[in-house]
C-alpha cells in the first residue's frame, strides 16, 4: 500500500495555516508586552463574522474584511483593559476570550436556529488540477507574503524597532519619545486583525460554514506555538506546519486500514502531544521580553 505523503504534505500546509495568520498576529502582541488571551475568542469572533457577512451579502472578500474589522475591534478592546485600564493581562485575555465566544454563539442562535448554516460564497482553491499546489488564497498569502512580510517588519522597519523597544522596555522606549501606549494599542489591534483572519479561513474558506466550538482550541496552540518561535516569525510558521502535518498525518492514519486498531481518541491528541513535546524540549530556557505581562505607567 503507497503511502499519500503529498496528500498528506498538501493537507498540512491547509491545516497549519491558521495557525499561522493567528500566532503571527500573537507575536506583534507580545513582542509589545502583552500576553493575549483573547486569542482563541479572536479566532472565533473572526469565524462567526466573516460567516455572517459572507453568507449574507454573497462575497467571500466582504466576509474577510467584516473579520479583520472584527478583529481589530477585540484588539482595541483588549488593549482598553490592559494597556489603558492596567487589567492583569490574564484576566483580561480569558475575559475577552468568553465574552466574545459567548457573543457569537448567542447571535448565531438568535439568527440561525439551527445552530449551522453554509456559505454559499466562500474562497475556493488556486492551482486545483496540480497535487500538493490547490490551496486556497489565504494559504498563499500567509506563507508566501504574510510570512516574510512581518518577518521584514520586525527585523528592518522603524514600527518593528519600536514595538521591541516597548516590548523590552517601556522605560527607556518613553523616554526616548517613543509612545508605548499608541504603539502597544497598534500591536494589539493590527494582531486582532490577524487573528480574526485565522478564524475567518474557517468559515470563508476550509470548511464553508460555521458551528459551534469550530475553532477548537487553535487559539491556545498559537499561544504555545509562540512560546516554542521564541517570538520569532520562521521558528512559529515552522511550529505551525510541524502541528499541520501531525494533524494531516493522524487524519490519514484513522483511515488506513493498518492502523484501524489504534483507539481514535489517541489519533485525535497526537498533534497536540507532538507541540507539548516539542514545546517542552525547545520551550526551555526561554527569554521572554523584557516587559512582557508588565503593564506601564508613565511617571
Not at 475568542?41 to 460567516?51: L, P, R
Not at 520586525?154 to 522606549?173: D, K, Q, T, W, Y
Not at 517542552?280 to 526561554?286: A, E, K, L, S, T
Request: aromatic residues 12%; glycine residues 12%; charged residues 10%.
Amino acid at each position: 500500500m503507497d503511502f499519500p505523503l503529498i496528500a498528506v504534505l498538501a493537507a498540512s500546509l491547509t491545516i497549519a495555516t491558521p495557525l499561522v495568520w493567528a500566532a503571527l498576529g500573537a507575536i506583534l502582541n507580545e513582542r509589545a508586552g502583552i500576553m493575549n488571551l483573547g486569542i482563541e475568542g479572536t479566532m472565533y469572533a473572526g469565524a462567526f463574522v466573516g460567516f455572517l457577512i459572507a453568507a449574507t451579502s454573497g462575497s467571500a472578500w466582504l466576509g474577510l474584511g467584516a473579520a479583520v474589522v472584527a478583529g481589530v475591534m477585540a484588539g482595541a478592546l483588549m488593549a482598553l483593559l490592559t494597556v489603558t485600564l492596567g487589567v492583569n493581562q490574564h484576566v483580561a485575555g480569558i475575559g475577552v476570550t468568553l465574552l466574545l465566544i459567548a457573543a457569537s454563539d448567542f447571535t448565531n442562535r438568535l439568527l440561525f436556529a439551527t445552530g449551522s448554516q453554509e456559505v454559499t460564497a466562500k474562497f475556493s482553491r488556486l492551482f486545483s488540477g496540480i497535487p500538493f499546489f490547490a490551496q486556497y488564497p489565504m494559504t498563499y498569502l500567509a506563507f508566501l507574503v504574510l510570512a516574510p512580510v512581518l518577518w521584514w517588519v520586525l527585523r528592518s522597519s522603524g514600527f518593528g524597532m519600536r514595538l521591541r523597544a516597548v516590548g523590552e522596555n517601556p522605560e527607556a522606549a518613553d523616554a526616548a519619545g517613543i509612545p508605548v501606549a499608541r504603539t502597544r494599542y497598534a500591536a494589539l489591534m493590527a494582531g486582532g486583525g490577524l487573528m480574526a483572519i485565522g478564524g475567518a479561513f474557517l468559515t470563508v474558506s476550509l470548511l464553508g460554514s460555521f458551528t459551534l466550538d469550530i475553532v477548537s482550541g487553535r487559539g491556545w496552540i498559537c499561544i504555545a506555538l509562540v512560546i516554542f518561535g521564541r517570538w520569532r516569525v520562521w521558528p512559529v510558521v515552522a511550529g505551525a506546519l510541524l502541528f499541520g502535518f501531525a494533524d494531516a498525518l493522524q487524519l490519514q492514519l484513522a483511515i488506513t486500514p493498518l492502523f484501524s486498531g489504534i483507539p481514535n481518541e489517541l489519533l485525535i491528541a497526537f498533534p497536540y502531544l507532538v507541540v507539548i513535546g516539542a514545546l517542552v524540549i525547545w520551550g526551555r530556557g526561554v527569554r521572554y521580553p523584557g516587559a512582557y505581562l508588565k503593564p506601564y505607567r508613565r511617571a
